[in-house]
């Protein structure tokens, strides 16, 4: 196959992956017109149609799908190959890719990483906020974020943190005329702060425990986010009751910003873990990584 047909064809998985010419565009540093040039030379070359382009969406064709099924893992395989040839006559290089929930970032991957980054130049590292359960192999990254029963056992996992204990916190001001609740019922007369999950749309129901019996709480109120920290700020300043990771509230509870209750009630959830593909030879760059985002007791 000529060169030309295969960066041709990484310009289209970019395109499918992305399923936009304008997300694909932004990741690549490239025009939209010049993708959409490359892609159609590469449909007339093959003689088939890669892409079903609609003026809302594109998807891949079944000729397209095979490619991406079929030539997409075959090209990551060589890729792997040279970053870990590349790796032997240097310093860890290239980018890696990490996909997490915004506050592990912020709290978790951030303060271990960011001092890897002056002693190694050629080392880049890119995170993307998520609150999906992201297909890390489909859309390129190296490395994604999820508790420890949610890992896929083809991937190889690491951990990074102790089980999590979840909390019921609302702030002084917010219970100054509300007694603390004690009961599903009582609790869910209160004002409570959801969830609105990006993978389905939906709300999060609170995941509670109660005497060996799991519970689902479809709780209301008046606020609604799409992430854990605002979730925190409004309950931090007396907008209703949160259920969060006791890494998030612990010390504010530890502080008397937030009060908890029905700790009986809250579970622990198996600890956050790192997974990434097993490969035959990951970079010296992921495994330099890894390493330092891996919990040790202290």
Known sequence: MARDNINDILVFLAVARERSFTRAAA???MTQSALSHIVRSLENRLGVRLLQRTTRSVSPTEAGERLIQNVAPRLEEIEAEIAAVSDLGGKPAG???IT?????????LWPRIAPLLPQYPDLHVEFSADYRIVD??????DIGVRH?????K???AVRLTPDVNM???GAPQYFAHRPLPASLPELLKHNCINLRLASSGGLYAWELRHEGQDIEARVRGQLTFSDAEHILAAA???NGLGFLPDELVGPHIAAGRLLSAMADWCPTWPGLYAYYPSRRNSSRALALVIDAIRYTES
């Not at 420890?148 to 896929?152: E, L, M, N, P």
């Open 236 to 238: 931090l300043s007396g």
């Open 167 to 169: 909390r019921i916190v």
């Open 27 to 29: 990741r690549l540093g």
């Open 136 to 141: 890390i192999a489909a859309e390129r990254f």
């Open 154 to 156: 083809d991937m190889i």
């Open 95 to 97: 980018t890696i890719r």
């Open 100 to 108: 997490a929930i915004d506050h592990v970032i912020d709290r978790v």
């Open 148 to 152: 420890g029963d949610q890992v896929d």
